[in-house]
């Protein structure tokens, strides 16, 4: 069926490094991606979206790449700030309304 | 500030009851989603309105049940409440809910059923 995951569950990094968190999709169906930001006790936070005719999008600090052929969708912080820790979603859609979340993955930003 | 609201922050009940969920979405957005997120199983997409109709279902259980309405704010009542409904509810909205729309998350309410 399908489903979204990260493979990394928690990831410390050193500030001013940069962070790079995986995502792995099952659907190749699958034709709009979103990264959410989710710090303790709020809702999730948009970040960056790409569709599936993109391999690459940047935004402010963030990038996210897309590789179709494995599957594969990547977020790239670079140097990684403490205001930056917190657990971060990757989500897929496939022309339904319906988004599927991965189980995040936990950034600790270590000073 | 994602500009989507949510009432209450925080729910206590018994197993058994019932309870409200209140959500209203950012100005102009048209779609609410519900999301029920637990420590074992991430955000689970529940239901989406659209203009007042259903959408699309997800997840949901026959216990629970959603409406949207005319002034676009929507509710989620949960009934006959078990220990394991115990969980974050999240509500989102979007302007129109294409498939492929930036869905903007409230802040949640984190429901407890003891």
């Known amino acids: 069926g399908e489903s979204v995951g990260l493979h990394l569950p928690t990831l410390s990094v050193q500030e001013g490094d940069n962070s790079i968190i995986n995502c792995a999709y099952s659907n190749s169906a699958s034709d709009y991606f979103i990264w959410y930001k989710q710090e303790s006790g709020k809702g999730p936070q948009f970040i960056i979206d790409?569709?599936?005719?993109?391999d690459k999008r940047q935004g402010q600090r963030v990038t996210v790449l897309l590789n179709k052929t494995v599957k594969h969708l990547s977020l790239q912080i670079a140097a990684t700030q403490p205001g930056d820790s917190a657990v971060y979603f990757c989500?897929?859609?496939?022309?339904?309304?319906?988004?599927?979340f991965g189980t995040g993955t936990r950034l600790k930003v270590l000073a | 500030d994602s500009g989507v609201t949510q009432t209450p922050k925080h729910l206590i009940t018994a197993t058994g009851q019932r309870v409200t969920l209140r959500c209203s979405p950012r100005s102009g957005d048209l779609s609410v989603y519900w999301y029920q997120q637990s420590l074992d199983q991430g955000l689970q997409f529940l239901i989406q309105?659209?203009?007042?109709?259903?959408?699309a279902k997800g997840n949901i259980l026959e216990r629970f049940s959603a409406q949207q309405f005319p002034d676009l704010h929507s509710e989620l009542n949960l009934s006959s409440l078990e220990l394991g409904d115990s969980a974050l509810y999240f509500c989102?909205?979007?302007?129109?809910?294409?498939?492929?729309?930036?869905?903007?998350f409230g802040p949640g309410t984190r429901l407890l059923v003891l």
């Open positions: 989102a909205s979007s302007s129109s809910g294409g498939s492929q729309e930036t869905q903007y």
């Open positions: 309105y659209y203009n007042g109709e259903e959408r």
């Open positions: 790409i569709r599936s005719n993109m």
């Open positions: 989500a897929e859609t496939s022309g339904t309304y319906k988004y599927i």
